[in-house]
């Protein structure tokens, strides 16, 4: 069995025709495996969805119980079959929930990773690295340039601007599923034991990942009925990025904007948003952990999606291995 006949890309998404079924399909069909809960890879409206069990969760807590008709858990390493065809789910360590989905049939197998890192998260479950004929990669970080520092190396910067700064609410823009809850329990982990505020936007979700089993230690909602202006001086304040800059801030003391993302390793970016303190804090793999995993997996071809895909072909094509961009739309990188 060619590859393409397994897995190809169509409007709606990554498609399996023996198995009739898409993977993070970014339109409405009959029946959808979903990697993640972020919104560009799981929307609403499909017929039936297969995914983890906090993945359906967390779909559930933002689109409402009605966000599909029929939904099925999949346990992490269990295979399953659809119509001849099996796949199972393995830990993609992006986010609570996250997993690649391994598509087999006849001999062939194909994993696509979804988004995923290789560095430490104790919000989710650890990155598994799953052999395969075809490995589907991320590149959003997939250029030499970008190499993340250690986490808690950057946690350490926020909590020493919080020392030196304690007339300033620090409010830090971060990705209300995954990268908020990530930061939160980073501060933790460096002793910052002081209550967090955060954003309602962050509250469903929050919750959810402490029910979990996920330890974010007190957490207060950010704004106050009448208070406005000196609140949260030499506290942290987790927010949206969207927040960043908006009327929303002038409430708190003082405003410093941090902004936690890969991004920040490119200085411009900051520059451009305004941001003081820019954290390089990244829920996608860096160039040194998208090579090392293609590495890992033993795939004999690749294939890359949603980001740079040039270097990462290329950087294939020196080491042997056949690679092609698979151009699919629709997926979002900035939200990171």
């Known amino acids: 069995m060619k590859p393409e006949a397994l897995l190809h890309s169509r409007p709606e998404g990554l498609y399996c025709p023996p198995g009739n079924f898409f993977i993070d399909p970014v339109r409405p069909v009959e029946r959808a495996l979903i990697t993640h809960a972020h919104a560009d890879h799981a929307r609403a409206g499909h017929a039936a969805v297969l995914a983890t069990r906090e993945t359906l969760d967390i779909m559930r807590l933002r689109y409402g119980g009605d966000f599909t008709k029929s939904k099925q858990v999949a346990e992490l390493g269990e295979r399953i079959d659809l119509g001849g065809v099996a796949v199972s789910f393995h830990p993609a360590g992006h986010v609570l929930g996250s997993a690649q989905i391994a598509v087999e049939a006849k001999g062939l197998r194909i994993v696509a990773s979804g988004d995923y890192k290789r560095h430490p998260d104790a919000t989710c479950t650890p990155f598994e690295p799953v052999t395969c004929d075809v490995f589907i990669t991320e ?109 929303w801030t002038r409430r708190f003391a003082d405003p410093l904007s941090v902004f936690a993302s890969g991004w920040m390793r490119i200085r411009q970016r900051a520059r451009q948003r305004g941001v003081e303190l820019p954290l390089i804090l990244s829920d996608h793999g860096d160039w040194n952990e998208l090579t090392r995993t293609i590495r890992e997996t033993g795939a004999s071809e690749v294939w890359v999606t949603h980001g740079r895909e040039e270097a990462i072909v290329r950087w294939c094509a020196i080491n042997g291995i056949a690679a092609r961009p698979l151009h699919l739309v629709g997926y979002e990188d900035e939200a990171e």
């Open 139 to 247: 590149a959003t970080f997939g250029l030499p340039v970008f190499v993340h520092p250690d986490p808690e190396s950057e946690a350490r910067r926020l909590a020493e601007s919080l020392r030196q700064f304690p007339e300033r609410a620090h409010i830090v823009g971060a990705y209300s599923l995954g990268k908020a809850q990530r930061l939160i329990s980073l501060m933790r982990s460096v002793g910052h034991d002081a209550p967090i505020l955060i954003h309602g936007a962050l509250a469903k979700i929050s919750r959810y990942y402490q029910g979990r089993g996920i330890k974010l230690g007190k957490l207060e909602p950010a704004t106050v009925e009448g208070i406005a202006g000196t609140r949260g001086a030499g506290q942290i304040i987790v927010a949206p990025p969207s927040v960043l800059g908006d009327r």
